[in-house]
């Protein structure tokens, strides 16, 4: 049984899930992530090949493990979008994509190797995926995470409805 955050069963959860899923902010956060994606692949499969055999024996270890901390970054982002995504062509209930498998969080600590002896396209990639991440994350909390927050008073509007109430309408 797939767990489901406490909050899944409110309608407005829901709303807000179903809402962003048809958005112009998810289009442009989606076609974002994606380009990042198959930029990744590509400077890595090109570009980043040449890039890291030309490196120190310490900077090859750190351009490794900030390759596999890119593409693992990158694999959650497309995953959390490509849920959003099923949630908007309807493959999905926003209820299910309300489950903690499909949360994004926060990124383990790693040891971050010098910068300056990083080729370039590596550390530009970085850099940008971390922004996307970051944003992607905070999406996550306040569509997922976070308890709905309750409406402002509007005291105009209960000096409506409190005349409306005395007088009828």
Same mark, same amino acid.
């Given at each position: 049984?797939?767990?489901?955050?406490?909050?899944?069963?409110?309608?407005?959860?829901? #709303?807000?899930?179903?809402?962003?899923?048809?958005?112009?902010?998810?289009?442009?956060?989606?076609?974002?992530?994606?380009?990042?994606?198959?930029?990744?692949?590509?400077?890595?499969? #090109?570009? #980043? +090949?040449?890039?890291?055999?030309?490196?120190?024996?310490?900077?090859?270890?750190?351009?490794?493990?900030?390759?596999?901390?890119?593409?693992? +970054?990158?694999?959650?982002?497309?995953?959390?979008?490509?849920?959003?995504?099923?949630?908007?062509?309807?493959?999905?209930?926003?209820?299910?994509?309300?489950?903690?498998?499909?949360?994004?969080?926060?990124?383990?600590?790693?040891?971050?190797?010098?910068?300056?002896?990083?080729?370039? #396209?590596?550390?530009?990639?970085?850099?940008?995926?971390?922004?996307?991440?970051?944003?992607?994350?905070?999406?996550? +909390?306040?569509?997922?995470?976070?308890?709905?927050?309750?409406?402002?008073?509007?005291?105009?509007?209960?000096?409506?409805?409190?005349?409306?109430?005395?007088?009828?309408?």
């Amino acid at each position: 049984m797939t767990e489901v955050n406490a909050f899944a069963d409110t309608p407005w959860r829901a #709303g807000v899930i179903q809402d962003f899923a048809r958005s112009e902010l998810f289009d442009r956060t989606f076609e974002e992530g994606m380009q990042l994606v198959e930029e990744t692949a590509a400077y890595l499969d #090109g570009a #980043g +090949r040449h890039d890291s055999k030309i490196l120190s024996r310490n900077a090859a270890l750190g351009y490794a493990a900030e390759s596999m901390r890119l593409t693992t +970054r990158l694999m959650q982002v497309a995953s959390w979008l490509l849920v959003q995504r099923a949630v908007r062509e309807g493959e999905m209930p926003p209820e299910a994509a309300c489950a903690e498998s499909y949360r994004l969080g926060e990124e383990a600590a790693a040891e971050t190797p010098a910068v300056e002896e990083l080729p370039f #396209g590596l550390t530009n990639l970085l850099t940008r995926s971390e922004r996307l991440y970051e944003r992607v994350r905070h999406l996550d +909390r306040r569509m997922y995470v976070e308890a709905p927050h309750e409406e402002a008073p509007r005291p105009v509007q209960a000096h409506f409805d409190r005349l409306t109430a005395a007088f009828g309408g």
